[in-house]
């Protein structure tokens, strides 16, 4: 018999839209990647058509290592590489 794989693959029914999920996201702790590498994590208080995302509570990491603390930020979409959910821990 074959093992069972521990993996969930979602069902049609499971599936959440790119839509659905950027709404899922506002207000939630999120990071932000850059087509130049940099991270920004912080909580995603709007994001428009064009991906431009307005943050607060930013923090900007270069390498791994922080770099700069923001209250609020923006960034331009056309630099977004992705958006990532954070889960607490």
Not at 63 to 76: E, T, W
């Amino acid at each position: 018999a074959r093992a069972r794989s521990p993996i969930r693959h979602a069902s049609m029914s499971d599936a959440k839209s790119p839509a659905d999920f950027l709404k899922s996201i506002k207000g939630q702790k999120v990071l932000v990647k850059l087509n130049s590498g940099v991270d920004y994590r912080g909580i995603m208080s709007s994001l428009d058509g064009y991906m431009n995302i307005a943050m607060e509570q930013t923090e900007e990491y270069v390498n791994g290592q922080l770099k700069n603390k923001y209250g609020d930020a923006f960034v331009r979409g056309n630099n977004v590489l992705y958006i990532s959910a954070v889960k607490d821990k």
